[in-house]
């Protein structure tokens, strides 16, 4: 199986393409649920105050977190991101989507993003959980 069949992306076929994102996943395997990520380092040091920067530092966060269970970003079936600013985040898309791709590829899982008032650390602009599938070993 290839990272293209690894699951099966959901679209009625009379809407309009979904770009950058599935609306949904059908996936079959062992479910790994990764927590809160933020741009924060190992240490819990943030690096950087930028949006993108901390974006490309929670999606890492995230594929170290699937590592460990032996799983990739091609395992990722949703994201839910939480930012503080949506404005910022639309208005640095094309960073924050070079960002993605650099860390996740041209995989793009159910995807849901809420602009929040506040983040648990002060620094923090972005958070964003994942639930990934990985399949049963054949």
């Given at each position: 199986?290839?990272?293209?069949t690894?699951?099966?992306?959901?679209h009625?076929?009379?809407?309009?393409?979904?770009?950058g994102?599935?609306?949904?996943?059908l996936?079959?395997?062992?479910?790994?649920?990764?927590?809160?990520?933020?741009?924060?380092?190992?240490?819990?040091?943030?690096?950087?105050?930028?949006?993108?920067?901390?974006?490309?530092?929670?999606?890492?966060?995230?594929?170290?977190?699937?590592?460990?269970?032996g799983?990739?970003?091609?395992?990722?079936?949703?994201l839910?991101?939480?930012v503080?600013?949506?404005?910022?985040?639309?208005?640095?898309?094309?960073?924050?989507?070079?960002?993605?791709?650099?860390?996740?590829?041209?995989?793009?899982?159910?995807?849901?993003?809420?602009?929040?008032?506040?983040?648990?650390?002060?620094?923090a602009?972005?958070?964003?959980?994942?639930?990934?599938?990985?399949?049963?070993?054949?």
């Amino acid at each position: 199986m290839n990272d293209a069949t690894l699951h099966e992306l959901l679209h009625p076929s009379h809407w309009k393409a979904a770009v950058g994102y599935a609306n949904g996943v059908l996936a079959s395997g062992r479910t790994i649920f990764v927590g809160g990520q933020i741009g924060w380092n190992g240490d819990q040091v943030f690096e950087s105050d930028d949006f993108a920067a901390q974006v490309h530092q929670a999606l890492a966060n995230i594929v170290e977190v699937l590592r460990e269970a032996g799983a990739g970003p091609e395992h990722v079936v949703r994201l839910t991101w939480y930012v503080t600013d949506k404005r910022e985040y639309l208005a640095r898309l094309k960073e924050v989507g070079a960002a993605y791709r650099e860390v996740m590829g041209k995989h793009f899982p159910a995807m849901t993003m809420v602009q929040v008032a506040d983040l648990i650390e002060d620094r923090a602009k972005v958070e964003i959980e994942a639930t990934a599938v990985l399949p049963e070993a054949r």
